[in-house]
């Protein structure tokens, strides 16, 4: 009889600092496993070999910066059976996506001596914008944990056990004190997806919003809390214009407070 086929898994890079490829290569005696599992098509982070698709699960990892980016994920859709989009890059539009609120071609003018060489497109959004993703997992990096829960589930035909709930449920979880009760320091769990373990709130400070927004969060009523505790609207867009910019919840409430802003 012949081999039974593995999977083909294919890891992508776009506009991205390689930070949740790392976490899978971290990974190490896990990463061992997975290959042994399944075959790694393409990894170029890893592995120079690649290996045509179509592929059985393919991770894209990095915000959608240029044409080539939007035409290479459409291929990637094309001869992909899944695709989950990896990373705050990918689901929110990463740090990058502060261009958005601004001209794209006045950064471009300043920096690079030949701008005419430079082909950008005019906004860094979501792999989601542009094409259909079967999942995403949120994260600035990933949690290495969730990428292998993740993987395992979709090649073997289940749904990723990932929660969706708030940070503040971590928070709790770990006996860590709010920091907006006890401090009055603004913080983003109460509308952040979970997955990083309350990493800032553990050490005395306020949630970045590295995992984007929670399932069903209310970021307007955050906002107003933190009006309370004395921040000005300029302070609140940006705290929403951070890790995940991009991300629908957190770029429409940066817009409104935005607008407030110049009202008043």
């Known amino acids: ?9 294919a890891v992508w890079k776009f506009g991205s600092c390689a930070g949740c490829q790392l976490a899978l290569l971290n990974l190490e005696d896990e990463l061992l496993e997975i290959a042994g599992a399944v075959e790694i098509a393409y990894f170029l982070e890893a592995s120079r070999a690649a290996v045509k698709g179509p592929y059985d699960l393919s991770l894209a990892e990095g915000s959608i910066t240029t044409p080539h980016d939007a035409e290479r994920i459409r291929e990637v859709r094309r001869t992909s059976r899944y695709l989950v989009a990896i990373g705050a890059c990918a689901t929110g539009g990463g740090i990058q996506a502060l261009r958005n609120f601004a001209d794209a071609d006045d950064f471009v003018r300043t920096v690079y001596a030949t701008p005419k060489y430079i082909e950008t497109l005019a906004e860094s959004m979501p792999v989601s914008d542009h094409v259909h993703v079967d999942f995403e997992l949120r994260g600035c990096p990933v949690n290495g944990r969730q990428l292998l829960e993740l993987t395992s589930a979709f090649l073997h035909g289940r749904r990723p056990n990932i929660p969706t709930y708030s940070l503040c449920i971590e928070c709790k979880q770990r006996q860590i004190p709010c920091v907006m009760v006890s401090k009055g320091t603004a913080c983003l769990g109460p509308v952040t997806q979970a997955g990083c373990g309350a990493l800032c709130p553990a050490h005395n400070r306020g949630c970045y919003g590295c995992f984007g927004p929670m399932e069903t969060p ?43 802003a110049i009202q008043s």
Do not use: C
């Open 1 to 9: 009889m012949g081999e039974k086929h593995k999977p083909k898994l």
């Open 218 to 260: 209310n970021p307007e009523a955050l906002s107003e809390q933190w009006k309370r505790l004395g921040l000005r609207d300029e302070e609140i867009v940006r705290a929403y214009r951070g890790f995940t910019a991009a991300a629908e919840a957190f770029k429409k409430e940066s817009e409104a407070r935005e607008k407030q």
